[in-house]
């Protein structure tokens, strides 16, 4: 008997015709169908702002206009920061210069911290060890994340000052290629990735750089600073990459709908000042722009969320809403901090796990397979354990999430323990350089935050103050590890690049995008 023969008596048996086995195959198929829709995740919205909060957010004295004149700051500026972002409806927010103050700005508003990344979220932030923080993931859902990374690119020298001062576009468009595209490399490394495994990513900053959708041709015709379209590197690198500007998409007219972050004016700035847009909301992977606002001081007429006037920061803050479907939390741990202090208060650890009976986090040392201080994380895909550090030796081990049963490590994150009072060293691999020979600059004992940051700084008599830097490099939270300076840098306000000339200076360990130096500090000089 052929199949085909077989098949229809098998149908007449049943009582069946081949339409009507079609026709309950596609009923079945259809349910089967619904019933995966039903369990794929809802649609999210999420709010993302961006906001530089100037110097620590406590540097501003709002009476007078100017720089807190008490050495322990004026936290009334703080606080009006924290109000701005509590009106402004934002889920999660990437601060800028935030200066140690990333977890005290979170706490005033009851939210989780990620001081690594100055990221602060309403909801649960993970912080993955491959992100090298240049990325955290927030949680909005349970067991879903998003990635959120925040970057602050150099500020001087800054383009549009340039222009002003007679450059030529050939001119600025090569100070923005060697001296901001470059310091967007981590970022252009890893975010474009997750986008494309179906993460949705969200990118916060302030960019110091005008985008290439405001300086247009028609914008140089209407506006007088602008005596020429400019297509701006880093805004194109980063279009370039997948990355969508949410202000543009909602107002794509840069005449109308100028959005100017800089600047409400502060210590530094006056308020009329030359006006662009330089903060912004970007996003890639599976996300949808549906609202966008300005956040500034009330009589700014672009401003769509405005607080009493002085503005506490000297940019103006932007928020914008997406709707957007979280993926799957990957299987990891996220330690609080990763310079541990043994004897503290203990190293609180965040993880997402399978869920399973036997699953345990703990500490390993290195070529060691025997966990130490483990907590049982009680059978739950997500939850918090603290552990224990008193009589931890110092080094490096490694947070580890283990499955007891089949004794695999399921995830791990490193993290280095020291003593009380350990120091932050600095040294460089030469005491002496000759003239326009790469600079070698090594630490350990770095706090870890992503903005931590190694500067060169002159010496003549006396080694100059944390604000005479002429170059800087920024740690990327490693603990341990090492930058070179080298050709295509600026050095300081000025106009003159690489390399530094013959002389005595100093290099020094600054933290979490401020001016607080820390630790040793290394003295080498420039020969000819």
């Avoid at 209407?222 to 590197?233: E, G, I, S």
């Avoid at 990327?476 to 002389?503: N, Q």
């Amino acid at each position: 008997m052929t199949l085909r023969r077989l098949v229809t008596a098998s149908l007449t048996v049943l009582g069946l015709t081949a339409s009507s086995l079609v026709t309950i195959l596609a009923t079945t198929t259809g349910a089967a169908d619904s019933r995966a829709a039903s369990r794929a995740p809802a649609g999210v919205r999420l709010s993302v702002m961006t906001q530089n909060i100037f110097y620590g957010g406590d540097d501003y004295d709002l009476a007078t206009g100017g720089f807190c004149p008490v050495a322990n700051g004026c936290p009334k500026a703080l606080h009006r920061l924290a109000h701005v972002i509590s009106i402004s409806g934002a889920d999660v927010v990437g601060v800028q210069e935030a200066e140690r103050n990333t977890r005290r700005l979170a706490r005033m508003l009851g939210w989780y911290a990620s001081p690594r990344a100055h990221v602060i979220s309403r909801f649960p932030i993970l912080d993955p060890p491959h992100g090298r923080g240049v990325y955290t993931y927030v949680e909005p859902v349970p067991g879903r994340v998003v990635a959120v990374a925040n970057t602050h690119l150099p500020s001087t020298p800054y383009g549009p000052y340039r222009v002003r001062h007679g450059w030529s576009r050939h001119r600025v468009l090569h100070l923005e290629r060697t001296l901001r595209v470059p310091a967007l490399k981590p970022v252009l490394r890893r975010l474009p990735r997750l986008a494309a495994r179906g993460v949705p990513v969200f990118l916060t900053g302030d960019f110091n750089s005008p985008s290439y959708l405001d300086w247009t041709p028609a914008v140089a015709k209407a506006r007088a600073m602008v005596p020429y379209a400019v297509r701006w590197p880093a805004s194109k690198a980063l279009a370039d990459a997948g990355f969508h500007d949410s202000y543009r998409e909602i107002h794509p007219d840069p005449i109308a709908y100028p959005g100017y972050t800089w600047s409400p004016g502060g210590p530094e700035t006056k308020k009329h000042d030359f006006p662009d847009r330089i903060d912004w909301v970007l996003h890639a992977g599976p996300s949808t722009v549906i609202a966008t606002k300005l956040v500034g001081e009330r009589g700014d007429p672009q401003a769509d969320i405005t607080v009493h006037p002085p503005y506490p920061t000297d940019h103006r803050g932007v928020v914008s809403t997406f709707e957007v479907t979280p993926a799957p939390a990957p299987i990891m741990v996220s330690p609080g901090n990763r310079r541990v202090i043994t004897g503290s208060r203990g190293l609180h650890v965040r993880f997402h796990a399978h869920g399973l009976p036997g699953e345990v986090v703990g500490l390993l040392r290195p070529g060691s397979h025997r966990l130490l201080r483990q907590a049982n994380a009680r059978g739950r895909q997500n939850g918090v354990v603290d552990l224990r550090t008193t009589g931890l030796r110092p080094g490096r081990y490694a947070v580890a999430l283990r499955d007891s049963a089949t004794g695999r490590i399921e995830a791990r994150a490193p993290v280095w323990v020291y003593r009380p009072g350990s120091r932050s060293h600095v040294w460089t691999d030469r005491r002496s350089y000759r003239y326009g020979a790469p600079v070698r600059i090594h630490w350990t004992r770095a706090p870890g935050n992503n903005l931590d940051w190694i500067g060169l700084f002159p010496c003549h008599r006396r080694c100059g103050g944390v604000s005479t830097y002429l170059d800087y490099l920024y740690t990327h939270t490693d603990v341990v590890g090492s930058v070179t300076f080298r050709r295509g840098a600026y050095l300081g306000e000025g106009e003159k690049p690489w390399p530094l000339p013959p002389g005595q200076y100093v290099a020094r360990l600054l933290l979490d995008d401020g001016y607080h130096s820390v630790g040793t500090s290394a003295r080498f000089r420039i020969r000819r």
